[in-house]
């Protein structure tokens, strides 16, 4: 049978407890939406919480599958939040995206499903992109489909969060696909945004790249959590020994299970998009795909590890 992971209660730790858990780890890669802020409004406690883990020492990674800004903004955002935080230290899917097309040499022209974050990050690559923002069927869908023009210099299509997602989006996408020499790259497939108005669901990028890897028929090179590129790129600039570096997350589908796939230790949670039931239930399964999905540890938010470890 596979290995049950702990599921322990930071909170039910004495203080040596903790002070072994806080020394079994030198490398700490933690996710964003869910665990430091929602949107725009920063966890009480989370900056604080961070900035004391750092300054016992550890190196920290900011690991997020949100593709909607250039490095640079994400950077602001959270310094201004009261995040002690570098440029070098954040993991943006649209960071890796447009790192991921320069590691291959593409010298062509993207098509991107996307937002600005991308686009921005394209930029910083030099390499070319079609324009963004909304794409709307403005005629009959037959008169459309004759006249539409695709652009012979595009050689891959990324795709991530797009509000604006619309049928003749998902036409040229497909068409461009059609192509098997043609790069599909998804930046995350979660499948909504963690979000704090009660009953509204905000669909995430995982519905915008299923909706085109469907009418494509083919499956894209995946940059986010929990694919494994996303540790690759920290592997080439700081050391990670597997057992001595802690994920953090809030959603087990994409941190907890690629903390799992890398060897790390996990911690969840509870203040975005997974529940403690859900948890509990994977955790009394036999499968290994939902015991893949058990943390290690968990916490009702990150604030909450400031009183364990003062
Ligand atoms: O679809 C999205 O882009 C995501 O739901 C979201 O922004 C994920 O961000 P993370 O929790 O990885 O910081
Ligand atoms: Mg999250």
Known sequence: MYNKRSLTNLANLSKEEIKKFIDSFDVLLTDCDGVLWLENQVYDGSPQALNSLRDLGKKIFFVTNNSTRHRDEFLKKAQKMGF???????????????????????????????????????????????????????????????NVKLDPDVGAVVVGFDQHISYPKML????????????????NTDER???????????????VVRSIETCAERKPFVI?????????????????????????????????????????????????????????KWKESDKKEYQDLVPDFYLGKLGDLLTLIN
């Open 224 to 280: 986010g959590k929990p694919e494994t590129y996303i540790t690759e790129a920290i592997k080439k600039c700081c050391n990670i020994d597997p057992k001595r570096t802690l994920m953090i997350g809030d959603r087990c589908n994409t941190d907890i299970l690629l903390g799992t796939r890398c060897g790390y230790q996990t911690l969840l949670v509870l203040s975005g998009v997974t529940n403690l039931e859900d948890v509990r």
């Open 193 to 207: 945004f963690p979000i704090g108005i009660g009953g509204i669901v905000k669909p995430g990028s995982g519905a």
């Open 172 to 187: 040229k996408a497909a068409s461009y696909l059609n192509d098997p020499n043609c790069h599909f790259v998804a930046t």
């Open 84 to 146: 002690t935080c570098e440029k070098e230290e954040i993991m943006t899917t649209s960071y890796l995206a447009a790192n991921y097309l320069k590691e291959i040499n593409f010298d062509k022209k993207v098509y991107v499903v996307g937002s600005k974050g991308i686009t921005s990050e394209l930029e910083e690559v030099n390499i070319k992109y079609s324009p963004i923002g909304p794409d709307i069927l403005d005629c009959d869908l037959m008169t459309y489909i004759e």
